[in-house]
């Protein structure tokens, strides 16, 4: 009876060890992590106060936008390069979508270093990755920071005058994209956006039909916006400029 009892507890606690140890391979699998570093060409050290922010976006959506799906905060010491890990989910990444690294370095709250380049990456690579910043220039900091990420409402197009009805938008983003709302069709395109430089092209739209004047407004915001050259951001307003200095867009900053 005895020997009948052991061999119940012995073969009776092996699928309960077995299923305690199969745990922790469960939870390592479910996490994955972009790895890399961030450089920047000046030689100069951080401060103490020096923030670097890493973030793993999904920036399919020129209209909208980017969503993080991960991002890592890091306090340097010492010189660039500065090492990071962003851990994220791997079941909310989708093949049919655009991510990209983004990265800035703020001190006492200001921004010195940004990436100002689209770094496109594929989250589930394992490839280490390389961020290369750009110093913000003194006195273009709060400007340079300002244009990203807010949605602007234009007011003036070359050409057109003003637009008023239907209202037309436009948003750029750190990640390199731009595009908004025309008087019409959704619009999109690439941009970059070095110092007070902006360039901005491969834009394309949605193709619905409005009425001819509607469509001629909507023609002359991207025939703009193709030619822009350079910005200015001053109290909530936005303007940009083409090659021979002169305004072509200007917009207000949407409450």
């Known amino acids: 009876m005895l020997d009948r009892l052991s061999e119940f507890f012995v073969f009776g606690l ?10 922790p391979e469960l939870s390592v699998a479910a996490e994955k992590a972009v790895r890399g570093e961030v450089i920047y060409r000046e030689r100069i050290a ?3 106060s020096a923030v670097l922010s890493v973030q793993l976006a999904d920036v399919s959506l020129a209209d909208a936008p980017a969503r993080i799906i991960g991002e890592q905060t890091v306090r340097p010491t010492g010189q660039v390069p500065i090492s990071f890990e ?21 001190v006492d709250g200001k921004l010195m270093f940004i990436s100002d380049m689209r770094h496109q990456v594929d989250p589930l690579t394992d ?28 007011d003036y197009v070359d050409g057109i005058g003003a637009i008023t009805a239907p209202q037309a938008t436009f948003r750029v983003s750190e990640a390199g994209k731009a595009g908004g709302s025309g008087p019409c069709n959704t619009y999109f395109a690439t941009a970059k956006v070095d110092g007070q430089a902006i360039a901005i092209s491969d834009i394309g739209s949605t193709y619905k039909a409005c009425a001819p004047e509607v469509m001629a407004e909507e023609k002359a915001l991207l025939d703009a916006l193709a030619k822009a050259t350079s910005y200015k951001v001053d109290a909530g307003k936005l303007t940009i400029s083409g090659k021979d200095g002169r305004e072509i867009l200007r917009f207000s900053a949407a409450s």
């Open 86 to 106: 962003i851990k994220f989910d791997p079941s909310v990444i989708r093949s049919q979508m655009t991510y990209a690294l983004q990265a800035r370095i703020t």
């Open 14 to 23: 092996v699928p309960l060890v077995i299923g305690i140890l199969a745990v």
């Open 46 to 48: 951080l401060p103490p």
């Open 127 to 154: 490839a280490p990755q390389t961020i290369m910043l750009k110093m913000v220039a003194p006195g273009t900091g709060p400007a340079a920071a300002s244009v990203f990420g807010q949605l602007w409402v234009v």
